[in-house]
């Protein structure tokens, strides 16, 4: 009896051997026992030389359409990544800064947690563009959309709200610490200066604070901010008549 067994077990290796062949020269795939092209319930037996020609057509279209729907995906997250980023720096454009603030303060209302925003006004901007020409101001706003990038954690939000004024979205973080963390990247963009086409550059931005609570509106807690960053800026032009 075992040699009986060996004998058939051998049979049907070469049966499916001899199939497997076929298929490949019919350039069909074969999906495992009792199916075809991974369709179960359908043996490959059953099927007349047209029908898996047929089938063979039918996989490399299903094959096409999976490859341009995963291309049409791309397409689409780099489209929506490109209408969420700042035209000119590598940060958040206002609209999608906007968007992330609404959804913050959505957090803080629902879970009861603090959270800020922080607005920045580049202090020489101007100068920057008069004395170096345009390019370099460019060069110094994509500077500091880096520097604020670098310095964040990656639970906070940077973006370019317009101009030379970008905005931070501070996570978890009530006034004071609000302060304190804005306060050192004002710091990191002053010790860090932009070096372009051979020249040092300095640069130096002011600040302006808002803590927000769950039942604020966007727009007010980015105007809130921007408030409070006019009255540091003239509070340090008072202090120095010379800035």
């Known amino acids: 009896m075992p040699g009986r067994g060996s004998n058939s077990g051998d ?93 913050m303060i959505a957090f803080t209302h629902r879970y009861g947690v603090p959270a800020s925003v922080v607005y920045f006004d580049i202090d020489n901007m101007k100068q920057i563009n008069d004395e170096h020409g345009h390019p370099a101001g460019d060069a110094a706003l994509r500077h500091i959309a880096e520097v604020l990038r670098q310095n964040i954690r990656s639970s906070d939000i940077v973006g370019r709200l317009g101009g030379d004024e970008f905005g931070v979205i501070l996570a978890q973080t009530d006034e004071a610490q609000a302060h304190g963390k804005a306060a050192a990247l004002a710091a990191s963009i002053a010790a860090t200066p932009l070096r372009w086409e051979g020249l040092i550059i300095a640069v130096t931005a002011a600040f302006g604070v808002y803590a927000f609570s769950g039942s604020d509106d966007p727009q007010h807690a980015i105007e809130a901010a921007d408030r409070a960053m006019y009255r540091q800026k003239r509070a340090t032009v008072h202090a120095d008549p010379d800035l």
């Open 11 to 103: 049979g049907h290796v070469d049966r499916h051997r001899r199939r497997q062949a076929r298929d490949e020269g019919a350039g069909v795939e074969c999906c495992g026992p009792g199916s075809v092209l991974g369709i179960p319930g359908i043996s490959e037996d059953a099927l007349s030389p047209e029908l898996r020609e047929g089938v063979a057509r039918l996989a490399a279209e299903r094959d096409r359409l999976r490859d341009e729907l995963a291309k049409a995906r791309g397409r689409i997250a780099l489209l929506e990544r490109l209408a969420d980023e700042d035209s000119l720096t590598p940060v958040a454009n206002r609209r999608a800064f906007v968007r992330q603030l609404t959804r």
